[in-house]
């Protein structure tokens, strides 16, 4: 079946870095695009970027342009997101993932927290 499972969260301080990694399992993960949403406590879950499956196209919330980078390896079924300058905004959990077919799936998230 399906499974995405998200690493690399954590606490930081404000300005400091984290990468996130997401490993996929059960599709065919080199055909898809890949996807970061996260969501803050009280809001609704919002876009973070997106991946081409070839890996040379990215799209990204117009708040984490320049701070934020979406990667992939397709050889370790893998898609990261290397996270730097964070703000205190940037406080959520982080969630992959991909469309199959008509449906959405997503990883069990990690945790991000910004704070001094």
């Known amino acids: 079946q399906v499974q995405l499972v998200e690493s690399g969260g954590g606490l930081v301080q404000p300005g400091g870095s984290l990468r996130l990694s997401c490993v996929a399992s059960?599709?065919?993960?080199?055909?898809?695009?890949m996807k970061w949403y996260r969501q803050a406590p009280g809001k609704e879950r919002e876009f973070v970027a997106r991946?081409?499956?070839?890996?040379?196209?990215?799209y990204y919330q117009d708040s984490v342009k320049g701070r934020l980078t979406i990667s992939r390896d397709n050889a370790k079924n893998t898609v990261y997101l290397q996270m730097n300058s964070l703000k205190p905004e940037d406080t959520a959990v982080y969630f992959c993932?991909?469309?199959?077919?008509?449906?959405?799936?997503w990883g069990q998230g990690t945790q991000v927290t910004v704070s001094s």
């Open positions: 993932g991909v469309v199959l077919g008509k449906s959405d799936y």
């Open positions: 059960g599709f065919s993960f080199s055909g898809k695009a």
């Open positions: 991946i081409s499956w070839s890996g040379d196209i990215t």
